[in-house]
């Protein structure tokens, strides 16, 4: 497929699409990947007739791909507009980072008083793998032990809290992603 500009956006390179007709959350995740990798370069604009085409899809669970895209900060699109590639700046990733560090230390401050030794346990555990995982230099298996420890400090936090402060955690991770590979 060739997005405006003439940049070529190849959807089956990396992992190709599996036999039959995708859903929304595999043309999300496939778009998506194609964004974090820079196969689909910032400020694209994405045509939905294109993108449908390609996946073998009508519009409506493309525009619902893209809906979530835009939800995560991936893409921007405005009423009557084409969808376009967002551009991630360092002021986004410092704001984002910000968000997450105070509401975390909220959830921090709602969890900690109610965990139990079993619960500080599994934190050790969550420790100990990231050790682990930083001496054997696997940075997939660290970031996976952190993630198991950041959601025990809170774990307690009430439920619109806890998965605000995911929501952040993911995003941070998406922007910090492509800042890098930038």
Known sequence: MRAQGGTEISLDEGNPLPSGKPNVHT?????????????????????????????GVSRTPLREALRMLQEEGLIEAESNRRARVATFHLDDLEAIAAQRILLSALATAITVPQLTDADLAGMERSLAAMAGAAGRDDAAAWRAADAEFHAGHYSRAPARLHQEVVRLAERNELYRSVWLRD
């Open 27 to 55: 043309i999300h995740r496939k778009l998506r990947e194609q964004i974090l990798v820079g196969h689909i370069p910032a400020g694209t604009f994405l045509s939905q007739v294109q993108l449908a085409e390609s996946f």
